[in-house]
């Protein structure tokens, strides 16, 4: 029973939170510091009054504990997850963020002293005035020490935050905004540091002595020196020692792991020969085998999985966090996360996912990535008795009139702020919603069908003379969840989407066709971008592969006037 409950305050869940929330803390606390330092480009005094109610919520005792908590936790937590790391083979991104907060503590553990430890034991006053004379001007190698530190810390929490986030939606419409934000906060508060100590080094300012002016107020005694000393030393020793000790841990672990390997071996003969404990993925990155992992190995995502063909009765049951997983993707039999299963005999499995070899991705491309599900909308389009169009006409006859018809899609899907997917014949298909809400998709899908039908009706004009029969299009809107990501090979890889709701789409472009009609939507598509359907006419029809029935709203010519109507007001 006591076990029960050591595992369950103390599981990995848990333990990620509070390494979330104890860096949400720290990142709060630098957001106040870093705008307090800015007003430094005011004026030395305005940086101080800012101090009083800026970052005041730091300056009581219950604030002092949450804070300098926070840093305890978050430290020792990261000197945990790199002792719980069997190989430290891992993503550049992974590794300078574990670098960078290695490194912080060595950087501010001297700040920390020099401010909050003298100023409770010695009444050392640490006021701007007083901390800018002693980095600026009396040590400037201790100014450009925080400086670098200050930079240090707030990269690692923005990287911190960018990976906690970068799977919500609503995040990557913020990122345009936030980015600046986060370039600029840290410039303006090395600005303000730098203008405060010109001004406290001009020989016209005067510190603020005890009383007086006419002596250093940033002197303190020999003794408290001494003191201060002291503490640095145990400080610096005691985070040395426990980096040192979690190494040693690892060595001693890695000693006794070696006389028990096993050998994870893949149907084309490759075997990986690693510790018992390591996982699959960990044992794929140490032998630099390629292997999809977007969310970094927490479990978050399946990109990883793989199908286990001999040894599955050997194999730990799943935990809860991977469990999850594979049920929300219908898993089936010797299905497994490789981030998260951990053999303790051979095993041979196969990764359901292939990764392309790093050498063929460009890692400067935003785009290259393995997948990540998103709500989106899908619209397809194709023109009608194609075929019949074309059937007297030369071929570049016909490349003409495709272009100037793509021409029309390609045009009124970026103006309506969609993506374009493909053209597949005389047919397209476009993503609206890759970054945004699923709202506004919605609504840029419908614009972009009322753009398009526009462009059709002005290109039957212009082209009236060449035209046997008008040309005359069959479009289909549908929402949902779909996973977004690069697919192809070489030049020919493009961001595209994948799953249910993309096979809807399409077949609801097809059921336009069966109706004669020239737009057909999906009642979530109607639901969420609030389009008045009255002039529509509403069916529930079958699509297969589903159980259920889907309502669908069937826009014929006439109808589509009011689509016009309903979208005009739309900003794309």
Known sequence: ??????????????????????????FLFMITHLSNHAFGLISVSAADEARRWLPFIWHNPVGTVLLYGSFLVHIGLTLRSIYKRRSLVMPKSEAAQIILGLAVPLLIIDHIIGTRIASGLF??????????????????????????????????GCIGIHFWLRYRPWYQGLTSWLLPLAILLPILSLLGFAQMGRTIASPTFLLSGYPGGNYDPTTLTAEATHTLRIIQICAYSAFGLAVAIVFFLRILRWMKERAH???????????ISVPRGFTVLEASRMAGKPHYSACGGKGRCSTCRVQVIEGEETLPAAEPLEQRTLTRINAGPGVRLACQLRPKA????????VAMPETDVDPSNYEAVPGREREIAVLFCDLRNFTTLTETRLPFDIVFLLNRYFGVIGRAVEESGGR??????????????????????CRQALQAAARILAGIDELNRQLAKELSTPLRIAIGIHTGPAVVGTLGYGAARNLTAVGDTVNVASRLETVAKDFDATLVISAPVARLSGLDTSASNA???????????LQVYIFDEAATATLNLATEAVPA
């Open 1 to 26: 029973m006591a076990a029960d409950v050591k595992d369950r305050i103390f599981s990995e869940r848990r333990i990620r939170r509070a390494r979330l929330v104890s860096g949400l803390v720290i």
């Open 123 to 156: 009444a050392f006053r640490s006021n701007y005035e007083n901390i800018v004379h002693i980095m600026w001007t009396k040590s400037p190698s201790d100014g450009l020490r925080q400086s670098i530190a200050i930079v240090i810390l707030w990269a690692h």
């Open 261 to 271: 390997l096993i050998t994870i071996r893949y149907p084309n003969g490759e075997a």
């Open 346 to 353: 051979n095993v041979m499995l196969v990764p359901l996912l």
């Open 420 to 441: 374009m997917d493909k053209f597949i014949g005389d047919g397209a298909m476009a993503l609206f919603g890759i970054s945004g809400s699923t709202e506004d998709a």
């Open 539 to 549: 069916r529930d029809i079958a699509i297969r592969g589903r159980s259920e029935m």
